[in-house]
């Protein structure tokens, strides 16, 4: 048997995702290292959460079975990026950094990362849809752009482990035209929009259904972090710079948020979920105005990219189309292109969820040991 490929990996955020991934990096790293032909010994060397941080100077492995307790029982103070490339750098092994945070100041270190030829796997959406300029030092840098560093790969930005990314690439790449790009790219507001106003009638006021979806976990603990659009905003900047168009930032289209002008200024979520029914009788009138068209009301975000067009809102459906349709917190994303004519590519399943989540990021980890080796 050949002697097994030494792989670092370095791991940051270890809550919903981050465990999710780490349970998945178990089990990947019984398979490699009995690959017959091809072992890889894939080595955890450094995982962190917001306040704590576990790793040994020497590089020595962790133990996936026991990363939780040694978190745990770790004193040490949570380096910066820049201090976390410098260590990873000089790793005697390839080093491919997962980042399974939300974290803007990891994000905006990618390109220090990858300059290092330190690879980054993630569904962080901040590096990708933050300013043009950070998207742009990610791929001059990265060896799957234009640069000699590491690779990069953020399929889990929009849809979680559906392939969206990775199909848009492939249309792209195989000579394709993309036209539109629509969809519903948010677990949370395809829960929250199959309720209020299901296909068939019914539903209850959007504060009740948005009250049922914190309850059941699909809304972040501030319901408004979801309900102003902006998540769906970055998913979109994300999809259209992939499509060609060069957009600034998620503020330079237009979004539509819900939460009502009148409580913008509230100073908590719970001060927000107590008046939000104040406000339930503007979407009740936009309910009964889509019923009487025989249609339902969606939360979608599109992509016009031969008129350069982005945007996120609302917007009515006949009953009959694949986005009235929906189940549960489904995402569903319609790319139509000059291949596929009037009859769109459609991608739908679970867009949401840490165990969907880290599938996504586990295959990317795949993609850039094929790489690697």
Same mark, same amino acid.
């Given at each position: ?87 990873? $750098? ?156 060069? #957009? ?10 819900? #939460? ?73 994303? $319609? ?10 590519? #459609? ?27």
């Amino acid at each position: 048997m050949p002697a097994a490929r030494q792989i670092f990996v370095a791991v940051i955020g270890a809550g919903g995702v981050g465990k999710a991934f780490l349970s998945q990096l178990s089990q990947l790293t019984k398979r490699l290292s009995s690959e017959p032909s091809t072992p890889i010994n894939l080595a955890l060397i450094y995982v962190a959460r917001s306040s704590k941080v576990f790793f040994n100077e020497d590089y020595s492995p962790i133990s996936i079975s026991s990363w939780e307790s040694d978190l745990a029982s770790s004193t040490r103070t949570v380096p910066s990026p820049t201090q976390i490339a410098d260590y990873l $750098s000089k790793a005697p092994a390839s080093v491919i950094l997962v980042d399974n945070t939300s974290n803007e100041d990891v994000a905006n270190a990618y390109p220090l990362f990858l300059g290092k030829k330190i690879s980054v796997v993630t569904p962080n959406k901040k590096g990708f849809s933050s300013n043009l300029k950070l998207w742009q030092d990610i791929f001059k840098a990265a060896s799957n752009g234009t640069g000699s560093g590491g690779y990069v790969f953020h399929e889990s930005t929009v849809g979680a482990g559906l392939p969206v990314l990775s199909t848009l690439k492939d249309l792209i790449e195989t000579g394709d035209e993309i036209v539109k790009i629509e969809g519903v790219f948010s677990g949370t507001m395809s829960f929250l929009f199959n309720s209020f106003m299901p296909v068939g009638g019914g539903g209850g006021s959007f504060s009740a259904e948005v009250t049922k979806a914190k309850e059941l976990g699909y809304t972040e603990p501030d319901p408004r972090d979801d309900l102003n659009g902006l998540d769906v905003a970055r998913k979109l900047t994300i999809l259209a710079r992939i499509s060609g168009l060069e #957009i600034e930032s998620p503020a330079s289209f237009p979004v539509q948020s819900l #939460i009502p002008n009148e409580l913008e200024s509230c100073k908590s979520g719970d001060e927000f979920m107590k008046r939000l029914p104040e406000f339930d009788g503007e979407m009740d009138k936009l309910k009964q105005e889509a019923a009487k068209e025989g249609k339902v009301v969606r939360f979608v975000g599109s992509i016009d990219v031969a008129e350069k067009d982005v945007k996120v809102g609302l917007e009515k459906f006949d009953a009959s189309h694949p986005i009235a349709a929906l189940k549960g917190s489904d995402n569903i994303i $319609s790319f139509y292109t000059k291949r596929y004519g009037s009859n769109p590519l #459609i991608i739908q399943g679970a867009g949401a969820g840490g165990d969907a989540t880290a599938m996504g990021v586990t295959a990317d980890l795949i993609k850039v040991l094929r790489l690697l080796l």
